[in-house]
């Protein structure tokens, strides 16, 4: 499994501005060769190396790495950009926002994050230093820190490439490691996980992760942002940029809480973990204004995806099912009809009379179709 360790940088006040003076002129050369390619339509990395490598070079007077890794950025960049656009993410073909993506290249912050691999980065694990490129030479013996876990997986299964980040005043850097994957142990049954909006995750159990503390955190920053834009004045726009990612680290360790009860439960109990594949439920979900707010501020998909890795990376089989009719359906007697809700929290079965919780009940249908999807896609596997 692939994941990502980041590691705090304690650089001296000339090894900050060596930092700082590299990854401005990254970032400048990025988006040099970003306007190149959007103008001649050129995106192969390779094509753009061939007409854009020297002038980086000369111009930007960057180390040859760092040249070549501001280029396959760019590259990289306009592949996601064209399959953002392929798959409808900004819109259909024509509306005002796709076309006003589409009209102009892409342009990469001052101090966007810059790739280094192990040609111009190397790692002094017992010392807790770096030796780093930079556009005045090597910086070596530049400190970092992080926890004694972070740092033992670091020092184990380190792969690949590292970013170096700067965030709200701070040097970082995110390594990627490999964790080998753990036997896949054959599940004795699923644990049914609903993801809502009053309910961040219920489970097929009948334990319910609340969403009221975060939706009111949020609503509170909401408010306080509106505040502090109406202003306009230097210390509210200053209290804006050292608030603005404050939100979403309360969210990202709230869903990293409930993942973690979520996939110890399910070790516990030796069952695997069914979620519903919400894919384009903003698309889909019509709401009316206060409540559009709230559906696009949920972090759902980071919730799953917190979920799904933590499993993975513990042995648990994990499945995501279709989401249709899971809160309109019985549980007990698999009668589907939409009177079957009276209310958000109610579930009563027209058919048999089975009363439930609705996320409860919701759970329990994801729980059953990740036994049979299971069941299905191994039979495959057995007759293949």
């Known amino acids: ?67 070549q ?25 024509g509306s ?6 589409e009209a102009k290249p892409i342009v990469f912050r001052p101090r966007a994050a810059q790739p280094y691999d192990d040609r111009c980065l190397s790692w002094n694990h017992d010392a807790r230093t770096v030796s780093i490129g930079t ?5 070596k013996n530049l400190a970092f820190t992080g926890s004694p876990d972070q740092l033992a997986r670091l020092r184990e299964h380190r792969r690949g490439e590292s970013d170096l980040l700067f965030r709200d005043g701070l040097w970082f850097l995110s390594a990627t490691i490999e964790v080998p994957d753990r ?54 726009k200053r209290l804006l940029k050292r608030r603005r990612r404050k939100e979403a680290r309360f969210a990202a360790n709230t869903n990293h809480t409930i993942a973690k009860q979520i996939v110890t439960e399910a070790i516990r109990t030796g069952r ?52 249709a009719y899971t809160s309109q359906g019985c549980s007990r007697c698999g009668h589907v009809d939409k009177h079957n809700r009276p209310n958000q929290e109610t579930f009563l079965c027209t058919s048999c009379g089975f009363a439930e919780h609705a996320d409860v009940n919701a759970a329990r249908n994801i729980a059953a179709r990740g036994v049979a999807g299971w069941a299905v896609s191994h039979a495959a596997d057995d007759a293949a």
């Not at 699923?190 to 955190?217: E, M, P, Q, R, Y």
């Open 1 to 67: 499994m692939r994941l990502v360790v980041r590691v705090k940088l304690l650089p001296t006040p000339e090894q900050a501005v060596a930092l700082d003076a590299t990854l401005r002129a990254a970032n400048q050369a990025a988006n040099e060769v970003s306007r190149l390619a959007f103008e001649r339509k050129i995106f192969r990395s390779r094509d753009l190396r061939n007409i854009t490598y020297g002038h980086v070079r000369s111009q930007f007077g960057l180390p040859a790495q760092s040249a």
């Open 69 to 93: 890794h501001a280029i396959k950025k760019v590259a990289d960049a306009y592949t996601t950009l064209r399959s953002n656009l392929r798959h409808g993410n900004y819109g259909p073909p």
């Open 96 to 101: 005002p926002r796709r076309a006003k993506i």
């Open 135 to 139: 556009l005045t030479g090597r910086i």
């Open 183 to 236: 036997p896949l142990a054959e599940p004795t049954a699923f644990l049914g996980v609903d993801l809502g909006i009053a309910n961040i995750a219920t489970t097929s159990d009948g334990v319910h992760h609340s969403g009221k503390g975060l939706n009111a955190v949020r609503h509170r920053h909401r408010e306080l942002r509106r505040r502090l834009q109406a202003k306009q004045t230097k210390s509210a």
């Open 272 to 323: 695997g973990i069914a979620l519903e594949d919400l894919g384009g439920i903003r698309d889909r979900v019509r709401l009316r204004k206060p409540q559009r707010v709230t559906l696009h501020s949920w972090s759902f998909h980071q919730l799953g995806s917190f979920i799904t890795y933590k499993a993975i990376h513990a042995g648990l089989a994990v499945i995501h099912v279709e989401a």
